[in-house]
């Protein structure tokens, strides 16, 4: 039986180890630090670093590691072994403050948009103390930001960093002109809930789709899908159950808050949802979860699919980021308390993120943008591309009777009894809307555009953004006003009137609600190629440079990493269904045809029908030729689309011809997989993969 409390945490340096390991002095500076964003006295480093090594060695570390989030997407790590030579043939363990609070290493493969040459390979490291130190795989993982030798951010934890020290500022700004003066901080947190698939690994490894780009390029859907609707919460799996046990515990031991499991929609999908935590923080966690995830199903003989739309025909996976702000008080800025329409703070604060969220509705958006994504966005099972926000029947009504100079009169929650043996309870005022790309859901917004496999970082870095250059703008107001209590109300009314056409609170999947939005004026980004370009405008390059997030040279290099990848997916995904097709799926029915024309010409021989053999030929036949032509349309468009110039010109290109001619392809494979005996199909087929485990 596995005694949580004493487990959780068991491989992390926190705040506990610290107050017992640390000398007072060196914990109280360094708790300091972290509270007011300043830079650690090099005194300390050593101190810290001791202890820290110290406590690795002891639960097994023999190496340390600066662990970063390069603009892969992924996390990256180089380890170095504490040993340090003395001299006489022997060696001691050693770590220095130095080695804790830098390093440096060659920054020349990772993505960096053009803000480094391949020959510049220098590149560095420094420590994060806010988020704690961790061992994994027998190293000390020391969380690092990660700059260029000439200071440029190479990494997504910096701009995080950045973006929480800028909601902070502005936040408290807006509080002390409220008159809230012992706020010191305001502290963005969040909550991932992240979706996945399992399969089994042995029927993975016959799949080079899978293998090469995480999703199945060809497939066509099974008798039984997720129409039934009996897999969403439904009775979990033994093979599973052991898999998500074992999962908790290695996420427990790494201090991370698992709280939630369960089937999702889909076969084969399952949710797991941390506890909030501070978005730094959140965003380690959410690395390292993906991390481990990935391991854990390994052990099982299982494989953990993160891609988006691993399965056309059923619901992609996505990531829901559940986010808030709160103060040093303990205070959260977006909860309503018992009296909305009265909180000020409250209304205030809202319509802040309301604004922020209409007027940069853009950057959410491409936050969010990716080849994997946009086969989810928009799919009748995840909101639309169209960025909108759902407040509900109450605080709608709280905010127009504001700006109707009225009353409100609306529902306050009714009581609930379903039967008399069941205790009563007092329903919610607001009903919760699973199609909004941006819901409020009671004290927080859930940001549901996320694609499963992305870093967090990115959209909480133009939510902090977008927000704080709003609450900057109220601040300024405020701190110059003679009625603050007046003008605090003109803000809330004046902000919801000009940004509510962002509000809807019906069904996003509605063509009607596509019209709509288009007479309101918002934007509908459908594709990754489309949105990219709007990183660079000049109104998002002004905000981030106002609040020391982004140079406008650091936007213009992600912009051009997130292009630059989605056409290199794109590319991988045509080759490998190039290789696929020609190498399997064509032979493979080519050699049904064969057996089928053997069978005609003995019946033939001997005076027996053979129009059932004749018939299957006759619908194979074209579309062997049909797959065979696509496959060559691909292989030529392909080659063709690499040489376009420049990178926004050539991911359209991938979109629209590409990306369309491996649709044609894909279309007479999946055709050709229903005529063609399972026996002779040369790979796994939806059935397999989705009802195997």
């Known amino acids: 039986m596995t005694n949580v409390p004493e487990l959780f945490g068991t491989l992390v340096f926190n705040d506990k180890v610290m107050q017992q390991r640390l000398p007072k002095e060196t914990y109280t500076a360094l708790i300091e630090t972290v509270n007011s964003g300043t830079a650690l006295d090099p005194a300390l480093a050593n101190t810290i670093a001791t202890v820290m090594k110290e406590w690795a060695i002891e639960h097994g570390a023999t190496h340390f590691t600066h662990w970063f989030q390069p603009m892969t997407g992924i996390t990256a790590e180089k380890h170095d072994s504490f040993i340090t030579p003395v001299g006489n043939g022997t060696v001691i363990m050693n770590f220095s403050g130095k080695e804790l609070i830098h390093g440096e290493p060659d920054a020349s493969s990772f993505p960096s948009g053009g803000l480094r040459s391949t020959f510049e390979a220098r590149g560095y490291t420094a420590w994060d103390p806010s988020s704690y130190a961790f061992i994994k795989d027998g190293a000390l993982c020391i969380p690092t930001a990660f700059i260029s030798y000439s200071g440029q951010v190479l990494d997504k934890k910096t701009p995080l960093l950045r973006s929480m020290k800028a909601v902070s500022r502005q936040a408290v700004r807006v509080l002390h002109a409220m008159g809230n003066t012992e706020v010191s901080r305001v502290t963005a947190t969040v909550g991932p809930e992240q979706e996945y698939f399992l399969i089994d690994k042995d029927l993975w490894r016959k799949r080079k789709d899978l293998i090469f ?18 897999h969403y919460f439904g009775n979990i799996r033994p093979r599973v159950i052991a898999y998500m046990d074992d999962l908790d515990r290695e996420l427990w031991k790494l201090g991370i808050l698992a709280k939630t499991r369960h089937n999702e929609v889909a076969p084969a999908q399952h949710e797991l949802a941390p506890i909030f935590t501070t978005v730094n923080v959140a965003t380690d966690h959410n690395q390292l979860t993906m991390e481990v995830m990935k391991k854990v199903a390994d052990r099982h003989n299982l494989v953990c699919l993160l891609h ?58 491409l936050s969010v943008a990716s080849a994997g994504n946009d086969h989810r966005l928009g799919a009748n099972e995840a909101p639309p591309a169209i960025i909108s926000m759902f407040l509900g029947g109450e605080l709608t009504g709280i905010l127009e009777s504001r700006c109707n100079g009225t009353a409100y009169k609306g529902k306050k929650g009714n009581k609930m009894q379903v039967a008399e043996s069941i205790p009563e309870f007092l329903s919610d005022t607001t009903d919760r809307n699973r199609t909004s790309p941006f819901a409020f859901t009671g004290n927080k917004f859930e940001f549901r555009s996320l694609g499963s496999a992305f870093n967090i970082a990115c959209s909480n870095v133009m939510l902090n953004t977008a927000v704080a250059d709003v609450l900057s703008e109220f601040a300024d107001c405020l701190e110059q006003s003679k009625d603050v209590e007046k003008d605090v109300r003109k803000l809330i009314k004046d902000t919801y009137n000009a940004h509510k056409r962002i509000v809807f609170n019906g069904n996003n999947y509605s063509d009607a609600w596509v019209k709509e939005a288009e007479k309101r004026g918002l934007l509908n980004l459908k594709t990754t190629p489309e949105a990219l370009p709007y990183y660079s405008r000049e109104e998002n390059l002004a905000m981030f440079a106002r609040h020391n997030v982004y140079t406008g040279e650091e936007i213009k290099a992600r912009e051009e990493i997130l292009l630059e990848n989605y056409c290199k997916v794109i590319n991988i995904e045509a080759l490998t269904m190039i290789d696929m097709a020609g190498k399997q799926i064509i032979p493979a029915c080519i050699a049904y045809m064969n057996s089928l024309v053997e069978s005609i010409r003995n019946k033939d021989a001997i005076n027996v029908p053979a129009e059932t053999e004749r018939d299957i030929l006759a619908r194979i036949n074209p579309l062997v030729t049909a797959a065979y032509r696509a496959n060559a349309r691909l292989a030529e468009a392909a080659v063709k689309v690499k040489s376009i110039e420049p990178a926004a010109k050539q991911a359209t290109a991938y979109h629209d011809v590409v990306f369309a001619a491996m649709q044609e392809l894909r279309a007479a494979c999946d055709e050709l997989e229903t005529l063609v005996p399972e026996s ?8 397999d993969l989705l009802f195997s485990v």
């Open 213 to 230: 780009t995480g999703r199945t390029l060809f497939g066509a859907r099974p008798p039984k899908g997720q129409e039934l609707e009996d």
């Open 308 to 365: 988006e739309k691993p399965f056309a025909g059923v619901n992609g996976s996505g990531k829901h980021n559940n986010w808030s702000i709160s103060t040093d008080m303990g205070e959260n800025l977006l909860n309503p308390g018992k009296d909305p329409e009265n909180n000020d703070r409250f209304l205030l604060f809202l319509t802040a993120v309301i604004k922020a969220v209409d007027t940069h509705q853009d950057l959410l958006r």
């Open 680 to 687: 002779v199909w040369p790979m796994p087929t939806y059935a």
